[in-house]
């Protein structure tokens, strides 16, 4: 039998053995590791335009909406239009009954070539009264009474100009034509019904420039003016974008939305976009060209809490930015400072170059210095 020393000494031996194989394990596990390589994808930083933007939601509207009345109650006698026509500025749309106005103005003229012939003679006798009065042949009281009616005759005259003036116009207002060139929207009467004065016979829009109204929030009001272009997209033309830009802001906030109006115009000269349809407006309040940028999703960002001092409440949170680049195929971690961010995109103000190759896939599986494989190159 061997004796307890000899187990002893063989335990030893033993756990020793094992403690050198499991060394050696571990340092051919290192060495895998570190040989491993890992597939990436990656896009070359480039120079291109970012900007800050702001959403907002409103309906689109006609540029300007005129509805044209009938100033004569009377019915309609012809209709020269409908519905979707174009018309211009000063075309007939309409004529109302006007017989009894036509009247009206042959005896309007008809009294006033009899108020001034009557007129011609009073100064007839106006001329010859002077003349007579000079020489003493006509007492006072005649010559005012001539005087009189001279003037009587002329204000005559004048009153019958004025009938007359007014009748035209009312004949003239019997013909219903375009204040503004657009397009006819709506067509409230038919042939034979009577006009109102509460309801339009037409209504005509102009298209040729669109304009969409929206509510800014009071924290955003100094960010929006006129002038700033605006991206618009609506439901009619999905995937489609329209540009604009910033027409006018209102003077004031509205004291119970808390909100100010503004106005986006778009140039609609082939009529494709329509009045009432809904849209969505990205107005660019601040835009960086020609800047290094990146996609946003190869950013990795690190939030750490920094201690300032004093009690555990005075800290900070502090976020720093790191991408991956792919050298020689070994991935370096760089921190970088970013500036604007828009569509997918970020810019990168310091710590990249043009050119050097971002990691967008693959990042997250990797550490800096690690052996990497491009898999695919994007754009």
Not at 171 to 186: C, H, Q, T, V
Not at 208 to 225: H, L, N, T, W
Not at 309 to 326: A, P, R
Request: aromatic share 6%; proline share 3%.
């Amino acid at each position: 039998m061997k004796s307890i020393g000899q187990y002893l000494r063989l335990s030893v031996l033993l756990i020793f053995a094992l403690s050198l194989f499991n060394c050696g394990g571990s340092k051919v596990e290192a060495t895998t590791e570190n040989k491993r390589v890992f597939p990436v994808q990656v896009v070359p930083v480039v120079r291109g335009n970012v900007e800050n933007k702001i959403a907002y939601l409103g309906n689109l509207e006609a540029y300007r909406n005129v509805k044209v009345y009938s100033t004569i109650p009377t019915k309609i006698t012809e209709l020269k239009v409908d519905v979707n026509d174009v018309v211009k500025e000063g075309d007939l749309l309409a004529v109302v009954d006007n017989v009894k106005i036509k009247q009206g103005v042959l005896q309007a003229e008809a009294g006033l070539k009899s108020a001034q012939a009557q007129y011609e003679n009073m100064q007839t006798e106006w001329k010859r009264i002077q003349k007579l009065y000079k020489q003493n042949a006509v007492s006072q009281s005649q010559y005012d009474a001539v005087k009189t009616q001279k003037e009587a005759a002329e204000a005559a005259v004048n009153q019958m100009k004025a009938g007359l003036q007014s009748a035209r116009e009312q004949l003239k207002d019997s013909y219903i034509k375009a204040p503004i060139s657009g397009i006819i929207s709506s067509r409230n009467y038919n042939v034979g019904d009577q006009t109102s004065p509460q309801l339009p016979v037409f209504s005509i829009v102009q298209m040729d420039r669109i304009k969409i109204k929206i509510d800014i929030v009071e924290s955003q009001a100094s960010m929006v003016y006129p002038g700033l272009k605006a991206y618009i997209k609506v439901d009619t033309y999905p995937g489609e974008v329209f540009m604009g830009k910033v027409d006018k802001v209102y003077p004031i906030i509205n004291p119970l939305t808390r909100t100010i109006t503004a106005e986006i115009v778009i140039d609609n000269s082939d009529r494709r976009l329509k009045p009432g349809g809904f849209a969505r407006v990205e107005i660019v309040t601040t835009e960086h060209d020609n800047v290094l940028v990146i996609p946003n999703h190869a950013v990795i960002e690190k939030t750490t809490l920094k201690y300032l001092g004093g009690g555990l409440s005075n800290s900070e949170i502090k976020t720093d930015y790191f991408v991956f680049i792919v050298q020689d195929s070994i991935a370096l971690m760089k921190k970088i400072q970013t500036g604007l961010s828009s569509d997918n995109k970020v810019e990168v103000s310091s710590g990249l170059k043009m050119g050097d190759l971002v990691v967008t896939i693959g990042q997250y599986n990797i550490s800096d210095s690690s052996l990497v494989q491009i898999v695919e190159e994007g754009k």
